[in-house]
Structure formats: structure tokens, C-alpha cells
């Protein structure tokens, strides 16, 4: 049994394995290294991410566009897992650029690795 001691909090979560589906079938997974917020800072960085959202609204008279669209989620998407994630076992570099890229090709993946997160946060364990 783990013995408890506040105000001791770690830098990342253990490693955990995201399992999502791939876009040709079957499973894809990836280990991911968390980085550690209390439930505070998890709300803090979602406010923040919902409050830049806001600020670049469309102007008057632009016609949508989904590519925008779906470009601009892959962007905020990306942005939000490299202020999550610490580390991965790809054989590609954690950087935004990267992100970006796995957002645009597998976003069950972003998906899942946000919703990991999101839990780990929130509730205090990753699970399997």
C-alpha cells in the first residue's frame, strides 16, 4: 500500500498504453507519459484553452468552411496534448508539429489520449 503525503505531487503520471482505433481497422496504441495537474490546474488550463478559443471569432460575413474548421480543431487539439503529454514511445519527436500531424491522420488517437488525461486528472487514475 502506497503511503500518502500531501503537498509531495509528482511531475508526470507512470506511462500508460492508449489504445484507439485505427482509421484501416484494428487497434492502434501508443504509451503515453502524462504530465501531472491537481484538478485545479486541469480547470485552469481548459479555461484557458476555451477562453483563446473565443478570442478569434469569425468575422462578419465569412462564409464557413469545414476545412477551416477541421484545421483549426486539429490545431487547438494538438496545442492541448503538448501541454499534456510528457513523453511517447513514437519514433517521431514530441513536439507540436507532430501533434498537429497525428491529430490530422489518427484523431481517434488525439481523442483518446485527451480523454486519458482528462480522467487521470479528474478522477486520479488512469486505468487501462
Known sequence: MASIKLGQRPKTFK???V???MPEGG????EITYQ???RSEFGELIDAIYK???QTPRAEGEEFSMKDLME???????DYLHKCIAAWNLDVDLSLESLRQLADELPAAA???MDKYRSA???GRLGN
Open 52 to 54: 483563446e478559443a473565443g
Open 36 to 38: 501531472y495537474r491537481t
Open 27 to 30: 487497434d492502434g496504441t501508443i
Open 19 to 21: 489504445t484507439f482505433p
Open 72 to 78: 483549426k480543431t486539429r490545431d487547438k487539439n494538438a
Open 121 to 123: 486528472a479528474l478522477e
Open 111 to 113: 481523442s483518446a489520449i
Open 15 to 17: 506511462p500508460i498504453v
